[in-house]
Each structure stands twice: as C-alpha cells, then as structure tokens.
C-alpha cells in the first residue's frame, strides 16, 4: 500500500502531540506528504445560546491564531523530520471537514486522535474519531493516548473481529 499523503486532524491539545509523532514517523517511513489541519467550530454549548453575541472580528482572529499555532507545529515537523507539510485550517463541523478534507486533498491515510470518551459524555458528545472512522473516503489510523502510552488502535478485521492493537511508549 502506498501512503502518499496523511492528512493529520489537530486541535492543539496534548494529545496532538502523540498525533504528530505517528504521522511523522509514518511520514518518514512511506516518503509522505503531511497535512496538517485544523478546524474551527464553536462549542456545542455555546452554538445552542439563542442571540449569543460574537465581535465581528471573531471568525478572523481564532483563524489568524489557528494559523499561527498550524505553523509552528509544522515547522517543528519540516525541522526535526524534514518532510513536506502542508497547512489547512478551515472552519464548520470537525468530522464533515476532515471527511470533505480527505477527499479534497486525496489523503491515502488520515491519523487522528481519539479521547477515549465513555458514557454519557460519550452519548452527548459522540465521538468525531468514530464518526471520521465510519465517514473516510481512505483508512484511518486511531491514536488513544492513555497515561504515558499511546495506544493505536485500527479497525476490526471483519472476518474475525479482532481489533488487533499495538501499544508504544
């Protein structure tokens, strides 16, 4: 299977930065071209507050500040990996821009962070790793960070269920 292009989802928490170290070791690996994106969505919370009131420079400032943050973190990439990067931020519903993205940008592999959410947090949240999961125009690659490990999860193989995961520190 050849990897070509990665396209890696990140919203700047610490787990991207597990993220990123899977994507660039893959990167590295299969000679890929990174994407990096990020995504801007307001909170559930706040998208339900009728008359919520935004400055008119809201839109542009959180995108100038996503950009800014893209950059570092892909110069880190360039630097230390040196591999090709790119850099997209968009904005609307995470799940929907990373599937639309992944075709757009014809993503062999998209490697995204997963929370690990359970219960009802789950229930209201849902999951946008799940939904990218089902929703990809191309394989996707789990990354579950818990403690000090980070955890890879893959797809099921259908034939016999088994989830098959590898762990590293």
Not at 19 to 39: C, M, N, Q
Not at 40 to 51: K, S, V, Y
Not at 154 to 165: A, I, K, Q, Y
Request: overall charge negative.
């Amino acid at each position: 299977m050849e990897v070509r292009r990665i396209l890696v989802p990140v919203d700047f928490s610490r787990q991207s930065d597990a993220v990123l170290k899977w994507a660039a070791d893959l990167a590295s690996e299969h000679r890929s071209v990174v994407i990096l994106l990020h995504t801007l969505q307001l909170p559930i919370e706040f998208q339900q507050l009728e008359g919520a009131y935004l400055p008119p420079d809201f839109w542009s400032d959180a995108r100038r500040e996503a950009a800014t943050t893209l950059h570092e973190l892909a110069e880190g990439l360039r630097s230390r990996h040196q591999l090709q990067v790119e850099e997209l931020v968009r904005e609307g519903e995470t799940a929907t821009v990373i599937e639309e993205e992944a075709a757009r940008q014809h993503a062999d592999l998209i490697v995204i962070g997963s929370r690990g959410l359970r219960g009802l947090r789950h229930l209201l949240l849902g999951s946008t790793a799940e939904r990218v999961v089902n929703r990809a125009p191309c394989p996707v690659l789990t990354v579950k960070t818990c403690g000090g490990e980070t955890t890879i999860a893959p797809l099921p193989d259908t034939e016999s269920g088994d989830p098959s995961t590898h762990t590293r520190q």
